[in-house]
């Protein structure tokens, strides 16, 4: 039985792990932390939202995620001071789940799948030194997230994120998501509920947050929700893949890289649930045909580049031009949600392989290839 490793337990590393189990190999997973939390553990438990087609999902992955995916039952957008409050729709496959070791995270979820396929996980095994990554064994497949260790080891380009969060409970069962732009940050804040826990985060990337800005996100938070948290905490240590229009990756030397690290996510607003999910597969398919993984790939992280580019862009323009322009488009909003919110899904890397029906599209491939072998 061929073996196979993979660093990291999140969602890539563990749809990778799985995907690989049920191909016939013997796959060790190697987990920074104590227990599968899926991600930094200063987070969890939190709730994250993200587009999740559920059933494009299933069949590019092979795992339902279904059970451990609720929709949002309130969301809210303030844009510079300007309330548009939203009716999700299900047909927009904007879903919410929680992360961290509780039963009803998804983390948790995937990890009894990966189990249940025969997955070894070894947790308090940290790869985190470029000696570490040079004792890998080759195809390792690495999939360690917004950790900036691994950035760091591999010499990968990454932009580091500042920011303050919070967590809390509430004494209800909705899952919530409000998110906020404004003079505070060249990104965003957002503050969300899911299973009864609550969450909130303020972030920039490459440049500090100002405590006036800090402030500012606290008395909105306060003033326009009535939500107040006892404790923030500095954001430390955190990456993303946006600090060259080159970040996409997927192989890496002898290492194969997978979901966040390997640049698979959206570079405007920070969505890479859906490119984690799908981007485990194309690792777990490098391992047996790297041309078919690098062309998935490639299909996957198209629209990586012009996001980049339109993110640059958005970045230099002032403030006060942004609240102007999302002023004026307020009052257009219902007329326009339903058709925007169906097409948001498509500038978020690792859609195009689900639409276009991957499923058939794999099953077609793999009899063309044992044709090929017969004759």
């Given at each position: 039985?061929?073996?196979?490793t993979v660093?990291g337990?999140?969602l890539?590393?563990?749809?990778a ?8 190999f ?9 227990q ?5 553990p200063e987070?969890?438990?939190d709730?994250a939202?993200?587009?999740l087609?559920v ?5 590019w992955t092979?795992?339902d995620?279904g059970?451990a ?5 309130e969301?809210?957008f303030w844009g510079?001071?300007?309330p548009?409050?939203?009716d ?12 961290g070791?509780?039963?009803t995270s998804i983390d ?8 249940d396929?025969g997955?070894k996980i070894?947790?308090g095994h ?6 570490q990554?040079a004792e ?5 497949i690495?999939a360690t997230?917004l950790r900036i260790?691994g950035f760091e080891a591999?010499?990968?380009p990454?932009a580091?994120l ?13 899952t ?5 732009m ?5 990104d965003y804040a957002?503050?969300c509920?899911i ?5 909130a985060?303020l972030f ?14 606290k008395?909105?938070l306060?003033?326009k929700?009535?939500?107040e948290?006892?404790n923030?905490?500095?954001?430390l ?7 060259s ?12 890289l997978t979901?966040?690290l390997?640049?698979v996510i959206?570079p405007?607003l ?7 999910l799908a981007?485990g ?7 047996e045909?790297?041309?078919?993984a ?7 992280t198209r629209?990586?580049y ?12 002032p403030h006060?031009?942004?609240a102007?322009a999302i ?5 257009l909003?219902p ?6 919110m169906?097409l948001w ?10 639409k ?6 794999r099953?077609?491939?793999e009899?063309?290839m ?5 004759k």
């Open positions: 039985m061929a073996e196979a660093v337990a999140g890539s590393g563990i749809v792990a799985v995907n690989l189990a049920r191909r016939g013997d796959v060790t997973i190697l987990e920074k932390e104590k599968v939390c899926g991600g930094m987070f969890r438990p709730p939202g993200s587009p087609p059933g494009l999902l299933k069949r092979g795992v995620i059970p995916v609720k929709t949002i039952d969301a809210t510079w001071g300007t548009i409050r939203m999700i729709s299900p047909d927009w496959s904007f879903q919410m789940v929680e992360r070791t509780r039963e948790s979820y995937l990890q009894k799948l990966a189990l396929e997955v070894e947790c940290p790869i985190e030194t470029q000696k990554y890998l064994p080759r195809d390792t690495i997230g260790q591999l010499n990968l990454y580091p500042y920011g303050f969060f919070a967590k809390g409970r509430v004494d209800h069962d909705r919530t998501v409000s998110l906020w404004d003079t505070f940050s060249n957002f503050n509920t299973n009864g826990v609550s969450f985060i920039q990337r490459d440049i500090p947050l100002s405590k006036k800005g800090m402030d500012k996100y008395r909105m306060s003033e929700e009535g939500i948290f006892d923030w905490h500095n954001m240590g955190g990456a993303c893949p946006v600090g229009i080159r970040n996409p990756q997927l192989f890496h030397g002898k290492l194969i979901g966040t390997s640049g959206d405007i920070f969505f890479g649930m859906m490119g984690a981007s597969v194309i690792a777990a398919d490098a391992l045909d790297r041309e078919k690098y062309n998935e790939f490639r299909a996957a629209m990586f012009p996001c980049y580019a339109v993110k640059k862009g958005m970045n230099m323009t006060l031009f942004k102007m002023k004026m488009a307020a009052p909003v007329m326009v949600i339903d058709p925007a169906r899904p498509n500038i978020i890397p690792g859609y195009a392989l689900l276009n029906d991957p499923a058939d599209a099953i077609l491939s009899k063309k044992a044709a090929a072998a017969v």
